[in-house]
């Protein structure tokens, strides 16, 4: 069985790995049109901050120590065509602008995903940095000696964790979001209290602007957009990512609008023996019952390991997301599970909530923080639907807490018994979010 995998980082080598340990006669070839594999993306703000001192330290394993354990590893190799009918693909050498034709058993479709860009006026001119594949992070990195002045266009995770970042090396940082709030995906009372975290940084903020285009001067490149303008240094956009997956345009697989395969729960694509993974692809979301693109490097490495034992013949499915995440903010955690309420408005889900500012740990007890959390939940039935909260302590332990209450469908009142773990150095008596989600009253 010869088995092919379209790119070599999250869910990919996630695949190769597991379907090795899982069948040891299985032929695998990986194509990666990039130079570098199975490396944490999500870590690649901390390294441009100087948080993480050494790029290698991404990298969780070599192309040397994949072809150990015979995994036939091609680098600088980029799949362009796919035909589903013979089972082929054609493949182009970066290296020597070859292109040959490979036949596949079975093929795993994980290719990430490519930064979208503005292309406004003097963006060819001004070539703005985007973080997208590692060699990205070394590019801003090393291009920040003579740096001080730095827009970042778009207010999202991405956008902000490179703020950040650069705020750590004493960089003037200014944010410029299309929308009227940083972090869109956030009820308004949580985009505004990590704004003002950010503030307290010296980090800019510019909101309802858009980028009209840019122009050089000299050795400053000027933003423009339709309220002000920006002499910077370094312009970093980060206004989102779409599917990498424009080579499959024509292969009638069935894809979102935006090129996100879909899939079903055994992560199995349109077309027979092609699986898809990681941020190429859609995920069926637990509470909309919709497919939809939610890239994550959590959904990448599970998403691999089911296809990896599916071919293996362990018939394994995965259940779907709810869109847990989680951003450090300054001094704080910012966190999401669930539905927004302003997700459950937009989808006309007639779902209420409770917001509730609460200490981490017991209030005599020295160091205790306050936590503001908002339940969003079912008031006819009182079902847990969502929940976010920022604070300085207790974040992450809690929203995965709440993540698995989401996912079983637990109510209101059957979560308000749950049997917490309680000293004053860690939780008060009641812990906080047992006080929000008493204030359900059904």
């Known amino acids: 069985m010869k088995v092919i995998i379209i790119g070599g980082v999250a869910a990919g080598m996630s695949v190769a ?95 990430g995903t490519k930064a979208i860009t503005s292309n406004v006026v003097g963006f060819d001119e001004v070539k703005p940095f985007v973080l997208s594949q590692l060699e990205d992070a070394i590019k801003i990195k090393s291009s920040l000696d003579k740096v001080q002045d730095v827009a970042i266009i778009g207010g999202g995770y991405i956008g902000l964790e490179i703020a950040e970042n650069l705020a750590h090396l004493n960089k003037k940082v200014h944010v410029i979001e299309l929308q009227s709030q940083i972090l869109p995906n956030y009820d308004d009372i949580f985009a505004k209290k990590a704004e003002e975290a950010l503030k307290e940084m010296k980090i800019e903020f510019s909101l309802e ?48 609008k935006n090129g996100a395969i879909i899939t079903n729960e055994f992560q199995e694509t349109s077309l027979k023996d092609i699986y898809a993974a990681g941020d190429c692809s859609a995920y069926k979301h637990r509470l909309t019952n919709k497919h939809e693109f939610v890239p994550l490097g959590t959904h990448a490495n599970k998403t691999g390991k089911v296809i990896a034992e ?110 917490f773990a309680y000293a004053p150095p860690f939780s008060p008596v009641w812990d906080p979010l047992l006080i929000a989600i008493n204030q359900i009253k059904i």
């Open 310 to 419: 599916n071919i293996a013949g362990y018939k394994t499915s995965f259940p779907g997301i709810i869109g847990s995440n989680i951003i450090k903010i300054n001094n704080l955690a910012l966190a999401k599970t669930g539905l927004g309420y302003k997700e459950a408005k937009r989808l006309n889900l007639n779902y209420a909530y409770e917001d509730v500012i609460a200490k981490n740990q017991s209030g005599y007890y020295p160091g205790a923080k306050q936590i503001l959390i908002r339940i969003v939940y079912d008031p006819k039935t009182g079902v847990l639907k969502g929940g976010q909260m920022i604070g300085e302590k207790g974040v992450s332990d809690r929203i995965n807490i709440l993540a698995l209450a989401i996912s079983k469908e637990m109510t209101a009142k059957e979560f308000s018994m749950l049997d």
């Open 17 to 111: 790995a597991k379907l090795r340990r899982l069948d040891e006669s299985a032929e695998i070839v990986v194509y990666e049109k990039g130079n570098d594999l199975s490396y944490g993306a999500c870590g690649m703000p901390y390294y441009i901050g100087g948080i993480i001192e050494e790029v290698s330290k991404l990298v969780a394993r070599t192309k040397e120590e994949f072809e150990k354990s015979g995994i036939n590893v091609q680098t600088m190799h980029e799949v362009i065509k796919l035909n589903a009918t013979n089972k082929t693909i054609k493949v182009l050498d970066l290296k020597t602008s070859n292109t040959f034709e490979t036949f596949y058993d079975i093929l795993v479709i994980a290719t």
């Open 209 to 256: 602007e858009r980028l009209i285009k840019y122009q050089k001067d000299l050795n400053k490149t000027v933003v423009i957009t339709d309220k002000s303008t920006y002499s910077v240094d370094m312009v970093i956009e980060a206004i989102g990512v779409k599917p990498n997956t424009e080579f499959l345009r024509d292969s009638g697989i069935e894809m979102l």
